[in-house]
């Protein structure tokens, strides 16, 4: 299984960026898909996650209203849309992907199964 990320890059406070996550290896269209990030000396944290069907979406609270997370099943590829970004929004953003069946909205890393390698968001202010 590959996940593949990319998109990210540097941006002044209050742009927008698209990340961008290819799949390969995996049957795609049954697996939630989520966005963690990792900042210098922080632990890894949830951002954003889609099931696997589409039809349900979750964000963590201070993306809530600038995130967006979406997917096509077709391409086999998730995408977060970053806009107004912060400085806090600075990180290494990571694609991650969960067999699709749970009853509750994985938000753990733990619960993830594949990793894409992360692409780095630099906000500048």
């Known amino acids: 299984v590959q996940l593949q990320a990319c998109g990210g890059g540097l941006v002044q406070v209050g742009g927008s960026l698209r990340l961008s996550c290819a799949a390969a290896?995996?049957?795609?269209?049954?697996?939630?898909m989520a966005w963690f990030r990792q900042g210098p000396g922080k632990e890894r944290e949830f951002v954003a996650s889609i099931s696997w069907t589409g039809g349900r979406t979750y964000y963590e609270h201070s993306v809530q209203d600038r995130f967006i997370i979406s997917r096509d099943n077709g391409k086999k590829a998730v995408s977060l849309q970053l806009n107004n970004l912060k400085p806090e929004d600075a990180a290494v953003y990571y694609c991650a992907a969960t067999y699709g069946r749970a009853t509750s909205p994985p938000m753990r890393p733990t619960q993830y199964t594949y990793w894409g390698q992360g692409t780095q968001v630099t906000v500048s202010s």
């Open positions: 290896g995996l049957t795609f269209s049954s697996y939630d």
